[in-house]
Each structure stands twice: as structure tokens, then as C-alpha cells.
T-cell receptor, first 116, second 112 residues
């Protein structure tokens, strides 16, 4: 199993540009989480999907952020327009929720986003 | 807001010594998990302890949980240079069956 796969690994863009981050879940997992990590705020949960349905998006900072899960194995996080304060490492993580509640998360390697 | 807070923020030890990291949290939990993050990588799950457990072992890792004090500790015995990483505790924020909230982590440096 290749694990959770995120792309791109690094993204440098200019303020105002659209950014799309991608995530492929582990096969068989049915829960997906997007987290953002910064030095100041640590790891923040942005949005949680279960069975492709967004369950909790209360952590999405603004309307500039949107996330989709078009199928059971793939998700995107889009920022439009991007701002310098969006610079952070964005992680997605998946979990097999069927097996047990509160089971461990499997993280991707993250996307380092720099907005200039 | 942070549910879990690790202490200390940074810890530097010599290879072979034991490392102890602590985590405090605010609300009741169903379980508490510890994760490790190497520089530039994603988090990796280490161990999970449920609210009705007091201690758990996995290899060189020992985790304790004191629900009355709302605290947990992670002990790494006989540390190695390869243990150098950030360590995070994560809790399910009282009643939530999905929302894991992470602390800001302890940066452990093991000097060879």
C-alpha cells in the first residue's frame, strides 16, 4: 500500500492566484481529514469527510477555502484567491472508520505552500 | 483552541537516555493518541490509549494516562539518534468520535 499520497509536495505562488492541493486516500479508508500546520497555531483541522460527505467544515478559515471529495479515494483543497497568510504545510489524513471509532490517522507527506 | 498541550516544548538528551514528554488536555476524552513527525514529513501514529486504560507499552514506548489529572506521558527508553523528531499528543475532544485535536508538540533531539 502506497499510503496517503499528496501532491504537489511544494507549491510557490503569488498572492491572488488559485491553489489546488490534491490527496489520494489509502484504499479502503472512508474518512478524510485536511489539516494545516503552522509554527504559530500548530495543527488545525480544516475539514472532515466521511464516505465522501463533508461532516465538519468549521475549521475552514474563510470562503476562499473549499474542499471536495469527488470519489471515495480522492480529495482536493482549493484556495482562491490565495494570500500570504495561507502559507503553511497542508496535510491530508485518512482513516478506516469502519473498523473502530477513533482509530488512528494515516497522514500524507504534506504540501508546503508558500504564497508570496 | 488547543485541546492537548505538550510539555516541554523542546528536549535534548544523549543517546541511551530516556525521554519523557507530557501532555495535558482540557475536556473528557475517549482516547488519547501519540504521533511522531520527522522533519519535513507527515505524522506517524505511535500508540493509542483508551480512557479506561492507565498504561500501555509498545516496544521502547510507554504511555500512561491519568484521566483525573487530564494528563498523559510518553516515555521513550534507551533513546537513539533516529528518535529525533517532534512528538504530538492528540485527543478526541470529549465526545466527538472523529475530531482529533493535536497539541503543538515536543521537539526531541537525541544527540549521538
Amino acid at each position: 500500500d502506497a499510503g496517503v499520497i499528496q501532491s504537489p509536495r511544494h507549491e510557490v505562488t503569488e498572492m491572488g492566484q488559485e491553489v489546488t492541493l490534491r490527496c489520494k486516500l489509502i484504499s479502503g479508508h472512508n474518512s478524510l481529514f485536511w489539516y494545516r500546520q503552522t509554527m504559530m497555531r500548530g495543527l488545525e483541522l480544516l475539514i472532515y469527510f466521511n464516505n465522501n460527505v463533508p461532516i465538519d467544515d468549521s475549521g475552514m478559515p474563510e470562503d476562499r477555502f473549499s474542499a471536495k471529495m469527488p470519489n471515495a479515494s480522492f480529495s482536493t483543497l482549493k484556495i482562491q484567491p490565495s494570500e500570504p497568510r495561507d502559507s503553511a504545510v497542508y496535510f491530508c489524513a485518512s482513516r478506516d472508520r469502519v473498523r473502530a471509532l477513533n482509530e488512528k490517522l494515516f497522514f500524507g507527506s504534506g504540501t508546503q505552500l508558500s504564497v508570496l | 483552541s488547543q485541546q492537548g498541550e505538550e510539555d516541554p516544548q523542546a528536549l535534548s538528551i544523549q543517546e541511551g537516555e530516556n525521554a519523557t514528554m507530557n501532555c495535558s488536555y482540557k475536556t473528557s476524552i475517549n482516547n488519547l493518541q501519540w504521533y511522531r513527525q520527522n522533519s519535513g514529513r507527515g505524522l506517524v501514529h505511535l500508540i493509542l490509549i483508551r480512557s479506561n486504560e492507565r498504561e500501555k507499552h509498545s516496544g521502547r514506548l510507554r504511555v500512561t494516562l491519568d484521566t483525573s489529572k487530564k494528563s498523559s506521558s510518553l516515555l521513550i527508553t534507551a533513546s537513539r539518534a533516529a528518535d529525533t523528531a517532534s512528538y504530538f499528543c492528540a485527543t478526541d475532544a470529549g465526545g466527538s468520535n472523529y475530531k482529533l485535536t493535536f497539541g503543538k508538540g515536543t521537539l526531541l533531539t537525541v544527540n549521538p
